[in-house]
C-alpha cells in the first residue's frame, strides 16, 4: 500500500496570509489526524476527522480549522498566519483512529 | 485533558548498552500506548505499542512496559546499535494521542 502522503512538502508565507495543506491518507484509512512539531512544543495534537467529521479537537486558536472529504483525504487551515504558526505540520492516518497511526513526511510551514 | 511527561530528554549510551526511557501520564482512562522513533528529518514511525490490559510486550531488542496502578509505561532498547540513535516518543491515548516531550538517544560506536 502507498504510504500517507502531504502537499506541499515546503511552504513560505508572510504573517497574516492564510495556508491550506493536504494529507492522502493510506487507502482504506477513515481516520486522519493532524499534529503540530515544534522544537519547544514537541508534537502536539490538533484535531482528527473521522468519516468526513471532526471526533477530536486539540486546544488551538479557532484559526486552525480542518476538513475531510468523503475519499478520506484531508485539509487543514490556518488564517491569518502568525509567526509561531512556524512548524512542521504532521498527519496521520489509521484504520479506525484507535490503533497504530502512520505518519506522513509533514509539510514545513515558514512564516514570515 | 491528558498529560504525558518523559524522561531523559536526552541520552547518551556506548553500543551494545541497554537504554531506558521513562514516561508517566495522567489520565488513567487512557488505554493505548504507542512509541515512535523519528530520526532527523524523517517522519515518526512506530515502533512499540502496549494497550492497558497488557504488562509488557517485546519485540526483538525492544520492549515495553506499562504499570497502570502508578500510571507509567517504559521503553527498553537492549544491545544499542548506531541505527537506534534517533528521538524516540512515548504517546498516550485518551481519546486522541498525547505525545511525551522525546528523547534525543545518541548511540555512541
Known sequence: ?112 | GENVEQHPSTLSVQEGDSAVIKCTYSDSASNYFPWYKQELGKRPQLIIDIRSNVGEKKDQRIAVTLNKTAKHFSLHITETQPEDSAVYFCAAQRPMLTFGGGTRLMVKP
Not at chain 1, 50 to 74: A, C, I, L, M, V
Not at chain 1, 86 to 99: K, P, R, W
Not at chain 1, 103 to 111: E, K, Y
Open chain 1, 1 to 112: 500500500k502507498a504510504g500517507v502522503t502531504q502537499t506541499p512538502r515546503y511552504l513560505i508565507k508572510t504573517r497574516g496570509q492564510q495556508v491550506t495543506l493536504s494529507c492522502s491518507p493510506i487507502s482504506g484509512h477513515r481516520s486522519v489526524s493532524w499534529y503540530q512539531q515544534t522544537p519547544g512544543q514537541g508534537l502536539q495534537f490538533l484535531f482528527e476527522y473521522f468519516s468526513e467529521t471532526q471526533r477530536n479537537k486539540g486546544n488551538f486558536p479557532g484559526r486552525f480549522s480542518g476538513r475531510q472529504f468523503s475519499n478520506s483525504r484531508s485539509e487543514m487551515n490556518v488564517s491569518t498566519l502568525e509567526l509561531g504558526d512556524s512548524a512542521l505540520y504532521l498527519c496521520a492516518s489509521s484504520l479506525t483512529g484507535y490503533n497504530e497511526q502512520f505518519f506522513g513526511p509533514g509539510t514545513r510551514l515558514t512564516v514570515l
